[in-house]
């Protein structure tokens, strides 16, 4: 299928797009393209005008602070790959990017814009909400930071406001803790049919902190706070982790389609939990 007609437009920095974007009422930035191009061709979507960001060379970076790693917006998957900072301070969006679509999409698609994008079933906003990290917008009068948690609204949809561009996403140094994603899919490549991605702090046997969100279950990715407050201070046994297991199943309606049901997506999220925790148990 051919996309909609639409106005071509390339800008050259940040304060080109964002005052560009605030001007128009029917305005998408472009950054990798790997999911606005197959939504425009779908006819999802009918912009009026695509701005294309990929001029904009300051938005692509990896950063290292003392207790946070920050990443540009238009960095791509492979660049994520490759850097050695991003293994050593953040190695669950590390774990999580191996396993994004195919080798086309991680040379082009961005990190800026699968979180933007918002698929609830996509691996990168799931890692995000898991870490408890930060997306940082930027508009013509200044800048904000908004947490993962408060940042997906639903299905597609974001706290992003009319003229804001999403720039900067800020990603806590978790020390000390183990990390693992988990992915089922119906083919290589595919969105995921459930994910899991944990993170886990343990002091000897207990649970010092423990994070879980999942994709593919939610209109956007799902994590069980109160489960993770009252598994915090236990030690993790067999007992424990069937009791996480029942807990995260039950305060979730995964959706049904055409690559699963809702009854079939809460099994493969006991699969992958119990999977997950008897890792970290061995």
Request: hydrophobic share 40%.
């Amino acid at each position: 299928m051919y996309p909609p007609d639409f106005t071509y437009v390339r800008v050259n920095s940040v304060d080109e797009a964002t005052k560009f974007l605030d001007s128009q009422d029917d305005a998408r930035p472009l950054a990798g393209g790997q999911s606005l191009i197959p939504m425009l061709k779908l006819r999802v979507i009918s912009p009026n005008y695509i701005v294309d960001l990929n001029p904009i060379k300051d938005l692509s970076y990896v950063r290292s602070g003392f207790n946070s790693t920050k990443i540009g917006a238009l960095t791509r998957y492979y660049e994520v790959l490759k850097n050695d900072t991003i293994k050593i301070n953040v190695p669950l969006l590390y774990q999580a990017v191996r396993l994004v679509g195919d080798m086309q999409v991680r040379n082009l698609g961005t990190i800026g814009g699968s979180v933007g994008n918002a698929d609830p079933s996509s691996d990168v906003p799931t890692v995000l909400t898991a870490l408890d990290a930060e997306i940082v917008l930027t508009s013509s009068s200044g800048s904000r930071s908004v947490k993962a948690l408060d940042f997906f609204k639903g299905a597609f949809t974001t706290d992003v406001k009319k003229g804001e561009l999403i720039t900067e996403i800020v990603l806590p140094n978790l020390e000390g803790y183990y990390t693992t994603y988990k992915k089922v899919v119906r083919r290589a490549g595919d969105y995921a049919l459930v994910s899991l991605a944990l993170a886990i702090k343990m002091k000897g046997r207990d649970i010092e902190d423990i994070r879980l969100a999942y994709a593919g279950v939610s209109d956007k990715p799902f994590r069980p706070i109160e489960v993770e407050k009252g598994a915090i201070g236990k030690s993790l046994d067999d007992s424990l982790i069937e009791d996480i297991v029942s807990k995260v199943s039950s305060q979730v309606n995964p959706p049904s389609d055409t690559r699963g049901s809702s009854w079939y997506r809460k099994e493969v999220m006991k699969v992958i939990t119990r999977k997950a925790l008897k890792e970290v148990m061995g």
